[in-house]
C-alpha cells in the first residue's frame, strides 16, 4: 500500500490537498539529532513540530513584544516540511549550514507546488518569514525551535552538544534571539550552560 493506491476524489483541489497530506507523513521518518528525554531514539521532525507548537501556547508571556500565537504556531507546524527532501540540518554543522539554504528553496519548489496554488503560496510564506525571523510572530516562533532542543539537551546531559563536539559560544549564538525577545527565560538557560560546562557536556 502507498500513494499509488490513492483513490480519485474526482475533484483536483481536493486530491491535491489528500496526496500533500499523505506526503508530509515522511516527516516521521526525517530523525534529528534531539533526543527523547527516555533516551529510547532521537525525535522525528513530526514530533519536534508537535512539541514546539504545543509550546507555543505556554510562553507569551515572557516576550517582550506580544505575538499572535495562532499564526506562530501555524509556523511551526510547517517549518520543517522542507526537510522531507531537504533533510534535517544540525544546528552546529558548519560545512552542512553553508549549503542549507539553496538546499531548502530547492526542496519548498518541489512540495508547494503540490498544493492549490494559493495554499501552496500560504504555506511557503510562513515558512519564509519563519527563516526571516524578523516580525514578531516569527521571533516567536524561532525562540521555540531553539528552545526545545536546548530544553533536551539540559535533561540529557547535553547529548547533542557532546555528540557535535558543541561550544558554548555556538549555543550563545544560536540562542541570541532567546536573549533578546525572551530574556527571563534566556536567564534560565544561561544557568545550564554554565552547569553543563561545570559537568563538561559543553565545551567553553
Not at 39 to 52: L, M, Q, T
Not at 117 to 131: K, M, N, P
Request: net charge negative; aromatic share 8%; glycine share 6%.
Amino acid at each position: 500500500m502507498g500513494i499509488e493506491d490513492f483513490l480519485s476524489s474526482g475533484n483536483p483541489r481536493l486530491d491535491s490537498q489528500l496526496k500533500f497530506s499523505a506526503e508530509i507523513d515522511k516527516m516521521t521518518g526525517i530523525y534529528r539529532r534531539t533526543m527523547l528525554l527516555s533516551g529510547e531514539r532521537h525525535e522525528n521532525d513530526a514530533e519536534h513540530s508537535w512539541h514546539i507548537a504545543v509550546m507555543a501556547l505556554l510562553f507569551k508571556e515572557y516576550c517582550v513584544e506580544v505575538p499572535d500565537v495562532e499564526r506562530a504556531i501555524k509556523m511551526l507546524v510547517v517549518h520543517d516540511l522542507i526537510e522531507i527532501y531537504a533533510g534535517d540540518t544540525f544546528a552546529y554543522d558548519i560545512v552542512g549550514n553553508a549549503s542549507k539554504a539553496e538546499r531548502e528553496a530547492k526542496a519548498a519548489d518541489r512540495l508547494y507546488s503540490q498544493l492549490p496554488e494559493e495554499q501552496g503560496a500560504e504555506l511557503r510564506s510562513l515558512w519564509e518569514e519563519f527563516d526571516a525571523m524578523e516580525t514578531v510572530d516569527a521571533k516567536y516562533a524561532a525562540c521555540l525551535d531553539r528552545l526545545q532542543p536546548l530544553l533536551h539537551n539540559t535533561l540529557t546531559e547535553g547529548h547533542t552538544w557532546r555528540d557535535g563536539g558543541t561550544v558554548r559560544a555556538q549555543v550563545e549564538q544560536r540562542a541570541k534571539v532567546i536573549k533578546e525577545f525572551m530574556p527571563e527565560v534566556y536567564e534560565w538557560l544561561r544557568k545550564n550552560l554554565d552547569r553543563s560546562v561545570e559537568n563538561g557536556w559543553l565545551k567553553e
